[in-house]
């Protein structure tokens, strides 16, 4: 009973800051008049974009299933299932506590070892960073901070950096596993892990590079999209405005969903250092909002689709 009632005041805390999120909408906007641009939305554009996500979704596990060859063949619909259920997890949980279902549902369906499957999360979710910071940088000095600006030259050296950081790290293992063996601290032993995570061979890298530019392109494809044609801008400022949403999960503190930072993350990166206007904070808050809507519907549904195999496990 313990843990349930010192978890208790954090959840209040959570409701209190979503029911306060939800009064400030409608006390200076309305949902109403924020929901409005849906309708100039076509019906095609949202379906598109809806497919998209869950193209992606299956992108990524395709991703898992070929990264861990100890997965038995065939299984790449449980591999669905436990990316559905750990973003929509990530999504609900502060600092990406959700996070935690990937290696206990690797271990409870693959019987795949916890601390083996943690090493290769950390590893793709550096490669997820990878693709962000690259895709990221590479927009602002294209189309953020004006391409006659000595600040672009500068995020054109970001994004070749974070382009290359993987080849990097992969032709620097065995120097860098070697100095870390005899290091202790929480760091190190996730920078261990992490490099425990990494393919053994360069065809393993590419395969997993491919797959995370992949999954990655079809997402941001998808939101900057609609982002751009909800906030009346250019794709490219849609997909670095989509970009900030996503990178504002990782902090350490947000409302159930992220609404808020999600929304700050977004608008960091669509409208830097300017007051953002009320038909951007509008385009944010829907892109949010399309995002969970189909992240937690998908979840959902992999949740249900797990427990109805179990139950038809038990039966058998």
């Not at 990878?130 to 050296?157: E, F, I, N, P, Y």
């Not at 009346?232 to 949403?245: D, F, H």
């Not at 504002?248 to 993350?265: D, I, K, N, R, W």
């Not at 977004?266 to 038909?279: D, F, I, N, Q, R």
Request: aromatic residues 8%.
């Amino acid at each position: 009973m313990s843990t349930p009632r010192a978890g208790l005041p954090a959840l209040l805390l959570n409701l209190l800051v979503l029911g306060l999120f939800g009064w400030a909408v409608q006390h200076y906007w309305g949902w109403g008049r924020l929901l409005t641009p849906w309708r100039e939305l076509p019906a095609a554009i949202l379906a598109l974009a809806v497919c998209g996500l869950l193209a992606s979704y299956g992108v990524r596990a395709l991703r898992i299933y070929l990264a861990e060859r100890d997965i038995p063949r065939g299984r790449w619909w449980a591999c669905l299932r436990l990316i559905l259920l750990n973003n929509a997890l990530n999504l609900l949980l502060p600092a990406r506590s959700g996070e935690a279902s990937f290696p206990l549902l690797m271990s409870r369906w693959f019987g795949i070892d916890a601390a083996r499957a943690t090493g290769t999360l950390i590893w793709l979710r550096l490669l997820d960073l990878h693709v962000l910071a690259t895709v990221g940088a590479a927009c602002a000095a294209g189309g953020w901070v004006g391409r006659d600006h000595g600040w672009s030259k500068l995020a054109w050296a970001a994004a070749a950096l974070a382009a290359a950081a993987p080849l990097l790290l992969f032709a620097l293992r065995q120097p860098l596993a070697t100095r870390l063996s005899g290091q202790q601290g929480r760091l190190a032993g996730l920078a261990g892990r992490a490099l425990d995570g990494l393919p053994a061979r360069g065809s393993g890298l590419a395969l997993d590079l491919g797959l995370s530019w992949l999954s990655w392109g079809i997402k941001l494809t998808a939101l900057g999209w609609v982002l751009s044609r909800l906030a009346q801008v250019r794709q490219s400022l849609g997909t670095l405005g989509a970009i900030g949403g996503d990178l504002s999960t990782v902090l350490p503190v947000h409302a159930p969903g992220g609404f808020g930072t999600y929304e700050a993350g977004v608008l960091a990166l669509l409208a830097p250092g300017a007051k953002p206007s009320g038909a951007l904070l509008a385009a944010a808050v829907n892109l949010h909002l399309l995002l969970l809507t189909t992240a937690l519907l998908a979840g959902a549904a992999a949740w249900l689709a797990s427990t109805a195999r179990q139950h038809a496990d038990v039966k058998l």
